[in-house]
């Protein structure tokens, strides 16, 4: 019995060390951003200066949050529902210079107006989390200081993040205004978005 | 003599001269008692002598007749004490004695050359006689036949002492039936069997014995008493004898000695017991309380305290985190899991290792680790320890091998969020390293808990020089492992 004891003692203090070491070297939850946002039915989005994004329209962004650091995409649709796409706009838009630091996130994306890569014009976003975390607000605009607020609401958590969240084909899916997805497909040869 | 007898001589002869004057004992002689299941302690009872010699009757009308021996009452009384002791198994001379037919004797080497001697000495060949006789006491003493075959030695120096005298060589006469006397003092002669003048050197070697013999004289000194107990195998010899001039009572003596216990010790004489003669019953008495006296402070196999041997093999499971210095990620990651390691104590204070780890990565800060991977680091080389019962400090030095299974890592979030997408992170944006080879050095500790079983600690780093990635993008691990071990053989 008396070997038990003793030998019970240094492996609990062991253990309790190796957990406090763990939590020191970062044992922390790196995801609390990362899932897909939604602005919501009754807010649409106005970005200024941005044709097909003029009128308002319906945002969707999956983030994936590593650190200080965020990746993801940002989708565009015409109705509250997310199912159309807005005529003469890229579907989706890569994140770039994504950052996440002090309940901040700041992230900009090329300009959907146009599909092309060679768009130099970038429009960026400056959405400050809720107490909770479902919920990303701020100003999206060419210019922050004057662009208008949008606000985001989760709509998936990080664990029920699929691939096909995370699909995102630029320049097959710009749709011109007149016509349907099945239409960009035959003439691109890729299917769209 | 016949031819063949002649023949049987020389071949006699030629045997005791090929006997190399440290002839190691027969391995048979020291046998003689059966196996116990309890350890016991080897005790050897020197023959009893009665040294109480008077010069004027050691000449006898008629034949000598051999009288009960006040010495053997003795030496039978120390026998009976110490059969009482369980853990004692006495050793006697006759139990050490080959048997005189045995082609193997040294005893029978030995009679040949008495038997030599006194041929050459009847047909007056003196010299020669006294080679062979002289031959025969050197070889006789070298196998201890002064205990083991008294009878045999004294006649030896009885024809020696003849031999001396014949050649007018009165001193080493006188000294040879001295020894005679030494080891048989009960010894009687035919009166009128010996020449008067041979007669009166051996009275007067008697005289002279009374007068001269030391006490302690134990077989000729203790270096004698020292060696032969190591070829009886025995740890402790009790010698007996009674002393005393004619017309005194005498003294019963009783001496026990034995191996000194220290490191490389020598004979001590450890009991001793006197009385004044009164009986064969006293006598008994007197060595019985002596020999009981020291039985009771004796260190028997019981008694003895043994130190274990240390452990050669040390075994131990422990739990094991490790943290790698140098990482790709921004942030540092923790790797747990187990260790199992064995250590060969090749001699003191050097060891041989081998030790296999199994980790596994946790998660880093910044997600740079694309996902967890196991890291299985094998090490081995040498160690210089110091031991004791408490356990065992090491260091170790050796070889370090990790194979890291699945390894990725990269800053870069794109690569994250879709690793599988070359078009969206470049391969070359990912470290990929599987395998690192270097050096680990450990300083540890085992503390024994309770018998074979401690707690085990140790704290190691190792470099890596070799790596699939020419930078060696993961190095210079720590660890810190705890658990239980187990010291066997």
Same mark, same amino acid.
């Given at each position: 019995?008396?070997?038990?004891?003793?030998?019970?003692?240094?492996?609990?203090?062991?253990?309790?060390?190796?957990?406090?070491?763990?939590?020191?070297?970062?044992?922390?939850?790196?995801?609390?951003?990362?899932?897909?946002?939604?602005?919501?039915?009754?807010?649409?989005?106005?970005?200024?200066?941005?044709?097909?994004?003029?009128?308002?329209?319906?945002?969707?962004?999956?983030?994936?949050?590593?650190?200080?650091?965020?990746?993801?995409?940002?989708?565009?649709?015409?109705?509250?529902?997310?199912?159309?796409?807005?005529?003469?706009?890229?579907?989706?838009?890569?994140?770039?210079?994504?950052?996440?630091?002090?309940?901040?996130?700041?992230?900009?994306?090329?300009?959907?107006?146009?599909?092309?890569?060679?768009?130099?014009?970038?429009?960026?976003?400056?959405?400050?989390?809720?107490?909770?975390?479902?919920?990303?607000?701020?100003?999206?605009?060419?210019?922050?200081?004057?662009?208008?607020?949008?606000?985001?609401?989760?709509?998936?958590?990080?664990?029920?993040?699929?691939?096909?969240?995370?699909?995102?084909?630029?320049?097959?899916?710009?749709?011109?205004?007149?016509?349907?997805?099945?239409?960009?497909?035959?003439?691109?040869?890729?299917?769209?978005? | 003599?016949?031819?063949?007898?002649?023949?049987?001589?020389?071949?006699?002869?030629?045997?005791?001269?090929?006997?190399?004057?440290?002839?190691?004992?027969?391995?048979?002689?020291?046998?003689?008692? =059966?196996?116990?299941?309890?350890?016991?302690?080897?005790?050897?009872?020197?023959?009893?002598?009665?040294?109480?010699?008077?010069?004027?009757?050691?000449?006898?009308?008629?034949?000598?007749?051999?009288?009960?021996?006040?010495?053997?009452?003795?030496?039978?009384?120390? &026998?009976?004490?110490?059969?009482?002791?369980?853990?004692?198994?006495?050793?006697? =001379?006759?139990?050490?004695?080959?048997?005189?037919?045995?082609?193997?004797?040294?005893?029978?080497?030995?009679?040949?050359?008495?038997?030599?001697?006194?041929?050459?000495?009847?047909?007056?060949?003196?010299?020669?006689?006294?080679?062979?006789?002289?031959?025969?006491?050197?070889?006789?003493?070298?196998?201890?036949?002064?205990?083991?075959?008294?009878?045999?030695?004294?006649?030896?120096?009885?024809?020696?002492?003849?031999?001396?005298?014949?050649?007018?060589?009165? &001193?080493?006469?006188?000294?040879?039936?001295?020894?005679?006397?030494?080891?048989?003092?009960?010894?009687?002669?035919?009166?009128?069997?010996?020449?008067?003048?041979?007669?009166? *050197?051996?009275?007067?070697?008697?005289?002279?014995?009374?007068?001269?013999?030391?006490?302690?004289?134990?077989?000729?000194?203790?270096?004698?008493?020292?060696?032969?107990?190591?070829?009886?195998? *025995?740890?402790?010899?009790?010698?007996?004898?009674?002393?005393?001039? =004619?017309?005194?009572?005498?003294?019963?003596?009783?001496?026990?000695?034995?191996?000194?216990?220290? /490191?490389?010790?020598?004979?001590?004489?450890?009991?001793?017991?006197?009385?004044?003669?009164?009986?064969?019953?006293?006598?008994?008495?007197?060595?019985?309380?002596?020999? !009981?006296?020291?039985?009771?402070?004796?260190?028997?196999?019981?008694?003895?305290?043994?130190?274990?041997?240390?452990?050669?093999?040390?075994?131990d499971t422990t739990a094991a985190y !490790?943290?790698?210095?140098?990482?790709?990620?921004?942030?540092?990651?923790?790797?747990a899991g187990f260790g199992i390691g064995?250590?060969?104590?090749?001699?003191?204070?050097?060891?041989?290792?081998?030790?296999v780890n199994v980790l596994n990565?946790?998660?880093?800060?910044?997600?740079?680790?694309?996902?967890?991977?196991?890291?299985?680091?094998?090490?081995?080389?040498?160690?210089?320890?110091?031991?004791?019962?408490?356990?065992?400090?090491?260091?170790?030095?050796?070889?370090?091998?990790?194979?890291?299974?699945?390894?990725?890592?990269?800053?870069?979030?794109?690569?994250?969020?879709?690793?599988?997408?070359?078009?969206?992170?470049?391969? /070359?944006?990912?470290?990929?390293?599987?395998?690192?080879?270097?050096?680990?050095?450990?300083?540890?500790?085992?503390?024994?808990?309770?018998? =074979?079983?401690?707690?085990?600690?140790?704290?190691?780093?190792? *470099?890596?020089?070799?790596?699939?990635?020419?930078?060696?993008?993961?190095?210079?691990?720590?660890?810190?492992e705890?658990g239980?071990?187990?010291?066997?053989?």
């Open positions: 019995m008396t070997t038990g004891r003793n030998s019970t003692g240094p492996r609990l203090a062991f253990l309790g060390l190796v957990a406090a070491m763990a939590v020191a070297a970062g044992c922390t939850d790196s995801r609390l951003l990362t899932g897909v946002y939604r602005t919501t039915a009754e807010a649409p989005v106005v970005v200024d200066g941005v044709p097909g994004l003029e009128g308002g329209a319906y945002l969707e962004l999956v983030l994936g949050e590593y650190g200080p650091d965020v990746a993801g995409i940002i989708r565009f649709y015409a109705d509250p529902d997310f199912i159309q796409t807005i005529g003469g706009v890229c579907h989706c838009r890569f994140l770039t210079k994504g950052r996440f630091e002090g309940g901040v996130l700041v992230f900009a994306f090329l300009d959907p107006s146009s599909c092309s890569q060679a768009t130099v014009d970038l429009i960026s976003a400056r959405l400050t989390e809720s107490d909770n975390g479902d919920t990303l607000e701020g100003p999206i605009g060419r210019v922050l200081a004057t662009a208008r607020t949008a606000r985001f609401k989760r709509t998936t958590a990080a664990g029920d993040l699929g691939s096909e969240d995370k699909t995102c084909d630029e320049v097959g899916s710009e749709l011109p205004v007149d016509s349907g997805p099945g239409d960009e497909a035959a003439e691109t040869g890729e299917g769209a978005e | 003599m016949t031819l063949r007898c002649k023949a049987a001589w020389i071949a006699i002869l030629l045997a005791g001269l090929v006997l190399p004057a440290d002839a190691a004992p027969p391995k048979k002689s020291a046998i003689g008692l =059966p196996e116990s299941a309890v350890p016991r302690r080897r005790v050897a009872i020197l023959p009893g002598r009665d040294f109480r010699i008077d010069p004027g009757a050691l000449f006898i009308e008629g034949e000598p007749v051999s009288s009960p021996d006040a010495g053997a009452i003795l030496a039978d009384a120390v &026998a009976r004490t110490l059969a009482r002791e369980p853990e004692v198994a006495t050793v006697r =001379p006759a139990d050490l004695r080959q048997s005189a037919e045995s082609t193997e004797s040294p005893e029978l080497v030995v009679r040949g050359l008495l038997h030599l001697g006194q041929e050459r000495y009847r047909d007056i060949r003196i010299p020669e006689a006294i080679s062979a006789l002289e031959q025969g006491i050197a070889s006789a003493r070298k196998v201890y036949l002064d205990i083991l075959s008294p009878d045999l030695m004294s006649d030896l120096y009885l024809y020696q002492g003849l031999c001396h005298v014949e050649q007018g060589q009165t &001193a080493q006469a006188h000294v040879a039936f001295k020894n005679l006397l030494l080891v048989t003092p009960g010894r009687k002669f035919r009166k009128g069997w010996f020449p008067q003048a041979t007669e009166a *050197a051996m009275r007067t070697a008697a005289e002279d014995f009374i007068r001269t013999n030391p006490k302690e004289s134990l077989m000729g000194g203790l270096e004698r008493v020292e060696a032969f107990l190591k070829f009886a195998r *025995a740890t402790a010899a009790v010698a007996t004898y009674l002393t005393g001039a =004619p017309g005194e009572a005498g003294a019963v003596e009783v001496r026990v000695a034995e191996v000194s216990r220290q /490191s490389g010790g020598h004979l001590v004489l450890v009991a001793r017991g006197e009385s004044p003669w009164s009986g064969p019953e006293a006598a008994a008495d007197t060595a019985s309380r002596t020999v !009981s006296g020291w039985l009771a402070c004796a260190v028997l196999p019981s008694r003895e305290v043994v130190e274990k041997p240390l452990a050669r093999f040390y075994l !490790s943290v790698f210095l140098r990482v790709p990620t921004r942030r540092l990651f923790s790797n064995l250590a060969w104590q090749v001699k003191e204070g050097l060891d041989v290792f081998g030790r990565a946790f998660e880093d800060k910044f997600g740079d680790l694309v996902k967890q991977f196991w890291t299985i680091r094998v090490t081995a080389g040498v160690g210089y320890s110091l031991r004791g019962n408490w356990g065992r400090v090491f260091l170790h030095t050796g070889l370090a091998f990790d194979y890291l299974s699945d390894f990725e890592s990269t800053t870069d979030p794109n690569c994250k969020f879709w690793p599988n997408d070359p078009a969206r992170c470049p391969a /070359s944006n990912v470290r990929r390293p599987t395998y690192l080879l270097g050096g680990a050095v450990a300083l540890g500790i085992n503390a024994t808990i309770y018998g =074979p079983i401690y707690f085990a600690f140790q704290v190691g780093v190792a *470099a890596y020089f070799v790596s699939n990635e020419s930078d060696t993008p993961v190095n210079f691990p720590i660890s810190l705890a239980l071990g187990y010291a066997f053989f």
